[in-house]
């Protein structure tokens, strides 16, 4: 009887164990799916914070950015009302003088075309009918000619890029059918940009040119404009007027001198026919002259 009472007590005993480890486990799954739910709100509180953060930061830049227009805005009021000063305030003689300017341009629009047209005619058969090459009938001739570039400036608002022919830039087409020994390893950026700072001078060289004695005087270019004179007459063959520089005059422009590697380049650009060399005999021995092309 005593062993079936003992029997009876551990079984209850294992009954209740196993029913407090249901407990148990059932308290950790429970939990478990608290310390879940509690990650996730957890990770969504931390994003929001990363983006409340990012969001501060660009709070932050947004109120430099209306500062700084705030101080562009009291700039650009405190320039407008300067405006209307200065609108308000012009005075009579700068008026007259703008009213007198366009009175004076639409008299020059006015002027026929066929009268400039007859007038550069007159004068280039005046050119050609003259055999001699004289220096003095050379720059006679020069002379004219610039006369009447600067009537065609005045009348038809030329502008000063105009003032001389100007090298064209060498195509890729061009540049692949020049042979390796003229080229060598050079780049077409590198002779296009040759080409540019050679068009910079020769407008800068023939703006002097341009100006007329008295002009040059005034601006004090009178001693440049003597030198680029006396090179025309060097130059000047056959009564054709011919657009050139020298080396003297690529350094005089750019302070650098023309070195073998420039030369090569010329070199290229002689074979494209874009310059032609030109000699300048018995007034500066060994100095060579290179000559724009004026007929392309």
Same mark, same amino acid.
């Given at each position: 009887m005593d062993k079936q009472d003992n029997l009876d007590d551990k079984h209850n005993n294992r009954d209740n164990l196993e029913q407090i480890i249901d407990r148990q486990l059932t308290k950790l799954r429970? *939990?478990?799916?608290?310390?879940r739910l509690i990650k996730k709100n957890a990770q =969504?509180?931390?994003r929001s914070l990363s983006w409340v953060q990012n969001l501060r930061q660009v709070f932050e830049k947004l109120k430099e950015q209306n500062v700084r227009c705030r101080e562009l805005s009291s700039l650009i009021e405190a320039l407008n009302k300067q405006i209307l000063h200065q609108t308000e305030n012009v005075p009579e003689e700068v008026i007259q003088s703008f009213q007198n300017a366009n009175k004076q341009i639409y008299a020059q629009a006015m002027v026929s075309h066929n009268i400039l047209d007859y007038t550069a005619n007159s004068s280039y058969q005046f050119v050609t009918r003259t055999g001699q090459k004289t220096p003095g009938s050379v720059y006679s001739n020069t002379e004219k000619r610039e006369t009447i570039k600067d009537c065609k400036r005045t009348l038809f608002?030329?502008?000063n890029n105009q003032i001389c022919h100007t090298i064209p830039l060498i195509? &890729?087409?061009e540049f692949n059918k020049l042979p390796k020994?003229?080229?060598? =390893?050079?780049? #077409?950026d590198t002779i296009n940009s040759l080409i540019s700072a050679i068009n910079q001078m020769l407008i800068a060289k023939y703006t002097i040119l341009s100006l007329g004695k008295a002009a040059a005087q005034k601006k004090g270019e009178i001693n +440049?404009? #003597?030198q680029y004179k006396k090179q025309e007459l060097c130059v000047q063959e056959k009564n054709e007027y011919l657009y %050139? %520089?020298?080396a003297e005059d690529y350094y005089a422009q750019t302070k650098t001198k023309l070195d073998k590697t420039k030369l090569n380049l010329i070199t290229a650009l =002689?074979?494209?026919?874009? *310059? =032609?060399?030109?000699?300048?005999?018995?007034? *500066?021995?060994?100095? %060579?002259? +290179? &000559?724009l092309v004026t007929n392309w």
């Open positions: 429970q *939990l478990d799916g608290a310390t =969504r509180s931390i608002n030329e502008p195509t &890729v087409e020994y003229i080229i060598g =390893r050079q780049t #077409l +440049l404009y #003597l %050139f %520089f020298t =002689r074979h494209c026919k874009r *310059l =032609r060399e030109y000699k300048i005999k018995n007034v *500066l021995p060994g100095v %060579f002259c +290179l &000559v």
